[in-house]
């Protein structure tokens, strides 16, 4: 039953998560007396498994939060003072539709520039909830590059768009790799298929800078210098291929380019990778030696394996190993990057990308200080800014120069959001949106094969509005005629996706409602193994170790540009995976690195979903105040104990931290999540204000691990 | 960050918890469990199956409950690691019923 009602009067809803996080769980929402008391993994689901996370254990937290934007406002103060007063919708929408009205008169639409990423990754809500809008107004296209783009270009140009691995099959792997993953902390729900395989024998690998939560589990642990990684799977393959530890047959069947591979990789021996990688070359002989004799192999790689100026390079060096020791012949063995692949998603229909007009400039989300503060050259200087499911004050790089573009008297900002963030204090108008209890929505997941449908559990709160709702109402306030941006969220949810397609098979949302959640229609995690006879998704049917798709140039795709592929970077690419040494090294910037010995990273944080939850007690209190992790020879050299206030610093910008002395971080390197809130640090600055904005050398990806700076005891 | 396990558990030692743990956290010896709070990350699953809900997240102990926050940190560390579920002690039906369960 989609409901049960206890006798207690409470009833149950069949609801899903709708982070950005690969888990998408299924959520037993429990409502009673119209109100949300609590929330629940399911534990019928087989990747849910009975719970949710530290993050949304309490998601009605968030919900009834007394903090949370109930009804529209208009900017009172000065902007990013928070001062506010409240206005009707019919205000706020008119006042947007003049402003709006008035901008493209005087400039054109492209002076408009909307910025959006995954608050939420609903089908109805999420990442194109706004695309047809914004195309049609003509408004300048925003490349979302904030994650696995740059990973998603390098696989797709080695692989294809496979699914690739079952997350459920590494049960069955003889040999986990887990490759700049932070599992326990963002991916959690995968991690029982991963202990299961090791206390069945399997060697556990992670190759990560910081001792995780995960690191402290394996059975290795490599630290690597940030950035690096690519020398060490080149080194690999040196080994693998002078050692003669090649499946050939099935690289001779499978693969392409194997030959200039091979003559390709001689540079790369363990002794330069150890020299740039901090790696001892025995070990990097004993990983290789060992990933092609332990079959079936697998290897699950993160989101932050691509930040880096070499990232893009290392996905397809990585991507290419399993074929290069037949790891794909079995369930267990191959690569796992991202799923989403699996979903036959309806993206043309959602994106629209069909009403952009000819001509329309692209703006990557990482340049948004930049273009806000005149800095890219834009033939239309953008004049307006409209911001939902994202708080880039927060997120994105080069935090000082953004706070000085949201600034300006002259740009007309509308923010959609639940809570004052750092980001909303900024708006001019400022509109409440709804919590995923108070709307219905289809889930994809980028974790797991399964797709999962959120019923709306209560109505919305206040004047707040489904972010579909919200693009409604601005359709008619700009006078759209097509009936396409008047569909309600059912026919949203029907046309998102292509349910003819063999992997929905036996999918209706009739039975969605019943269950929840549904399989898609894949062999099952013990028989799957995609690759066993190749056929992979690519030009040539084959894994490309030398990618033909080089030759077209960089580019980032389509599902992270609106649907739009005008003007893509189209930037030299190599065709064989190639080291690149980081930009921020002493290697191509002694001056700097002298100035800026140390390496900062900057990962997720536990108990905060990017920036969601830093502003909620029980999430905030888990995950302390904001801190830098730096190992203890790094520390007594600069006079830090722990619990120390320090200044972390580089060129870009500044902020303060209490130390955690620990060689969970290496020497030469701090550690320090990203994610708490300007408004609550020490100084009122974060680590994105020292993140880069230079882009990785695929997919535009970021280089927030290529990144140096200078500690000091304040 | 972390649940801990507070003194509803003695007398009774219900194992229901450790066969949902992801991360093997559960630490304990003849009396009764404690979690390993460097392990914990606080996924909740444990919170509902404890009949005699004995498993609470730090973050809502009450005043006179924060002292478990230390037993279990101290307790965890000299204990070995409970995986598998077992009987429940002799007295734990009394036990539960005189918490109100």
């Excluded at chain 1, 529209?72 to 003072?81: D, Q």
């Excluded at chain 1, 390709?264 to 092609?292: K, N, S």
Aim: hydrophobic residues 40%; proline residues 7%; charged residues 20%.
């Amino acid at each position: 039953m989609n409901t049960q009602t206890s006798a207690e009067g409470e009833t149950t809803i069949l609801g899903a998560c709708p982070h950005d996080c690969p888990d998408t769980c299924s959520m037993l929402v429990k409502v009673k007396d119209g109100k949300v008391r609590a929330v629940q993994g399911n534990p019928s689901h087989p990747f849910t498994q009975g719970r949710l996370c530290a993050k949304t254990n309490h998601y009605q937290e968030r919900v009834y939060h007394a903090e949370r934007l109930l009804y529209p406002m208009r900017r009172t103060g000065a902007k990013g003072s928070g001062q506010f007063e409240r206005i009707t919708w019919d205000e706020a929408l008119n006042e947007i539709a003049a402003r709006w009205r008035e901008t493209i008169a005087e400039a054109g639409p492209r002076a408009i520039l909307p910025y959006s990423y995954l608050g939420t990754q609903g089908l109805v809500n999420g990442l194109t909830v706004g695309d047809p809008f914004f195309n049609k107004l003509g408004a300048t296209v925003s490349e979302r590059t904030f994650c696995d783009s740059g990973a998603s270009t390098a696989y797709i140009m080695t692989v294809g768009p496979t699914p690739g691995m079952d997350p459920e099959s590494f049960q069955h792997s003889k040999l986990i790799i887990l490759w700049a993953c932070n599992m326990l902390s963002t991916n959690a729900h995968m991690w029982p298929f991963v202990e299961k395989a090791q206390r069945n024998g399997a060697k556990l690998i992670v190759i990560d800078p910081v001792r995780t939560r995960g690191a402290q589990q394996a059975d290795q642990h490599i630290r690597i210098k940030p950035g690096t990684d690519t020398a060490l799977a080149l080194a690999m393959m040196n080994v693998l291929v002078n050692e003669d530890l090649i499946d050939h047959d099935y690289v001779a069947q499978y693969t392409t380019g194997f030959e200039e591979l091979k003559a390709h990789v001689q540079p790369y021996t363990p002794e330069f990778a150890a020299e740039v990688t901090g790696v001892d070359a025995e070990v990097i002989r004993t990983l290789a030696r060992e990933y092609a004799s332990a079959q079936p192999a697998a290897i699950r790689i993160g989101v932050g394996i691509e930040r880096s100026a070499g990232g893009g390079q290392l996905v397809r060096a990585v991507t290419s190993l399993p074929a290069l020791v037949g790891a794909w012949r079995k369930p267990g063995g191959g690569i796992l990057q991202l799923p989403l692949w699996a979903f036959p998603v309806n993206w043309d229909g959602l994106h629209r990308a069909d009403f952009i007009p000819e001509g329309t400039p692209v703006v990557n989300q990482w340049h948004l200080g930049r273009a806000l503060t005149h800095d890219l050259g834009l033939e239309t200087p953008i004049r307006s800014l409209c911001v939902y499911n994202s708080n880039p004050l927060v997120v994105a790089p080069d935090q000082t120069r953004l706070i000085e573009g949201l600034s300006r008297e002259d740009l007309f900002t509308v923010v959609s959001e639940h809570f004052m963030t750092d980001t909303a204090r900024y708006a001019d108008i400022l509109l409440p949106a709804t919590t995923q209890v108070e709307q219905a929505d289809l889930m994809f997941s980028w974790g797991h094969f399964y797709l999962t449908l959120n019923q709306q559990a209560v109505p919305p709160i206040g004047e707040a509005v489904t972010n579909s709702e919200l693009f409604r109402r601005l359709a008619r306030a700009m006078d759209f005629e097509d009936p396409f941006f008047y569909r309600d969220d059912e026919e949203i949810m029907q046309a998102s996706m292509l349910w003819d397609h063999p992997a929905m098979q036996g999918i209706t949302m009739e039975g969605l409602r019943a269950t929840g959640y549904a399989r898609l229609n894949m062999p099952s995690a013990d028989t799957y193994a995609p690759h066993a006879q190749g056929g992979f998704p690519t030009p040539s049917g084959k894994v490309e170790l030398k990618a033909s798709m080089a030759a077209g140039g960089n580019f980032v795709l389509p599902v992270f540009r609106q649907g739009y592929n005008g003007f893509q970077d189209g930037g030299p690419v190599d065709a064989l995976p190639t080291f690149h040494v980081r930009h921020e090294s002493a290697a191509k910037d002694p001056a700097l690195a002298a100035r800026f010995p140390l390496s900062m990273m900057s990962p997720k944080s536990h108990a905060f979903i990017n920036s969601n939850y830093g502003n909620m007690r029980r999430q905030v209190a888990h995950q302390g105040e904001q801190y830098v992790l730096i190992n203890p020879v790094d520390a007594s050299a600069r006079g830090i104990q722990q619990d120390a206030i320090v200044t972390v610093q580089n060129g870009r910008g500044t902020f303060k931290a209490l130390a955690r002395v620990t060689d969970d971080a290496m020497a030469g390197v701090v550690v320090t999540p990203l994610g708490y809130w300007v408004d609550r640090s020490i100084a009122g600055a974060t680590p994105a204000a020292l993140n880069p904005t230079a882009f990785a050398d695929l997919g535009r990806a970021p280089t927030f691990s290529d990144n140096l700076v200078e500690v000091t005891l304040d | 960050m972390t649940h801990v396990v507070t003194d509803n558990c003695e007398q009774c030692r219900y194992t229901e918890c450790v066969t949902v743990c992801p991360v093997a956290c559960f630490r304990g010896d003849g009396e009764r469990l404690f979690i390993d709070p460097d392990l914990c990350v606080d996924c909740g699953a444990c919170v509902p199956m404890c009949p005699v809900h004995a498993i609470v997240d730090s973050f809502d102990l009450e005043d006179d409950q924060q002292i478990w926050i230390g037993v279990n940190e101290r307790r965890a560390k000299e204990l070995p690691t409970v995986r598998d579920r077992s009987a429940p002690l002799p007295t734990a039906p009394d036990r539960r019923a005189a918490l109100g369960y």
